[in-house]
């Protein structure tokens, strides 16, 4: 119970209070939303990307291991949307959002918190979480950004358009750096770190301002299978990956909460950015984060017991 609390009043109910401050000030104010994607997208997402990969600091062996899981658990939950947009015969922007409100996940902005509240500040345990973020992070702005981009302007232009976007390079040159061991001058460095730590504030008020302006009634059946997807089976598909690979302790516990991390805000921002669907990432992601204070306690309460230490 003290758990369910913790995550509700510490971690959901900030990043709840800046969706509702966007939804409040988008009803005030009218955003210019084309404005305010472009913005995320071309200057907030690069910085946290840069920062995210600069700071990492891992072993091969975790390495390894955690990117073997990330990418097996992702091609499982890509299957699993994929055949279900075949089933039900979406059309072909609705399925990039469908399946980017499934794979796509807040493990920055929600889940780096989450892990140091459960794991009392485990260096251990962080450091598996930046590889996730990290993994996150390459996934959204590689197959994500071409998933959403392909369905309105098709493959070979959403290709041109990637490699003309800011955060691609921004993730060579954080990696480039992080191998390297340079220093960052400050001057690059402050201006950076001070966009990336914007990032949560900046696109969570994004989605309330989308929010204010659709209906939450509208594809809300299709907005609760993306959450169930999303918060109950990707966990128990991380389950038996962890069981097939053999992992234990603070690694499959870590990767275990991971997995439940609510959809990524940055899948509402591409579906807004292309014109997939946005209302439907929106409501996907608000709906996802508000059950997530129930699905995130109870896989934090079983990873313990799942895979003791």
């Given at each position: 119970m003290s758990f369910f609390w913790i995550t509700a009043q510490e971690i959901i109910a900030p990043i709840i209070v800046l969706i509702a401050i966007g939804a409040i000030l988008h009803r005030a104010f009218h955003f210019d939303m084309n404005t305010l994607s472009k913005l995320i997208l071309y200057f907030f997402v690069p910085s946290i990307a840069f920062v995210k990969i600069y700071e990492a600091s891992l072993s091969p062996t975790l390495l390894v291991q955690v990117v073997g899981f990330l990418l097996l658990q992702f091609v499982l939950l890509l299957l699993l949307t994929e055949t279900i947009g075949k089933l039900f015969s979406f059309s072909r922007g609705f399925r990039a959002s469908f399946t980017n409100s499934v794979v796509l996940t807040n493990n920055g902005n929600i889940g780096i918190p989450v892990n140091d509240l459960a794991f009392r500040h485990d260096p251990l345990a962080m450091s598996i979480q930046i590889v996730v973020v990290v993994f996150e992070i390459l996934v959204t702005f590689t197959f994500g950004l071409l998933k959403a981009s392909a369905a309105t302007k098709g493959l070979s232009a959403s290709i041109r358009h990637f490699f003309r976007l800011p955060v691609l390079y921004a993730?060579?040159?954080?990696?480039?750096?992080?191998?390297?061991?340079?220093?960052?001058?400050?001057?690059?460095?402050?201006?950076?770190?001070?966009?990336?730590?914007?990032?949560?504030?900046?696109?969570?008020?994004?989605?309330?301002?989308?929010?204010?302006?659709?209906?939450?009634?509208?594809?809300?059946?299709?907005?609760?299978?993306?959450?169930?997807?999303?918060?109950?089976?990707?966990?128990?598909?991380?389950?038996?990956?962890?069981?097939?690979?053999?992992?234990?302790?603070?690694?499959?516990?870590?990767?275990?909460?991971?997995?439940?991390?609510?959809?990524?805000?940055?899948?509402?921002?591409?579906?807004?950015?292309?014109?997939n669907e946005p209302e439907f990432a929106a409501q996907a992601v608000l709906i996802s984060t508000l059950l997530s204070t129930v699905t995130l306690t109870l896989c934090i309460t079983l990873s313990s017991q799942l895979f003791p230490s």
């Open positions: 993730i060579l040159l954080g990696l480039l750096l992080n191998l390297a061991q340079l220093d960052i001058p400050a001057m690059i460095w402050t201006p950076a770190k001070h966009a990336a730590d914007g990032m949560l504030a900046i696109a969570l008020v994004s989605i309330g301002a989308q929010i204010a302006s659709v209906s939450l009634k509208k594809q809300t059946w299709l907005v609760l299978v993306s959450s169930m997807l999303r918060l109950a089976v990707s966990p128990l598909i991380a389950f038996g990956v962890i069981s097939i690979l053999g992992l234990e302790g603070i690694t499959a516990q870590a990767l275990f909460i991971a997995s439940a991390i609510p959809t990524s805000r940055n899948s509402a921002s591409l579906a807004l950015e292309y014109g």
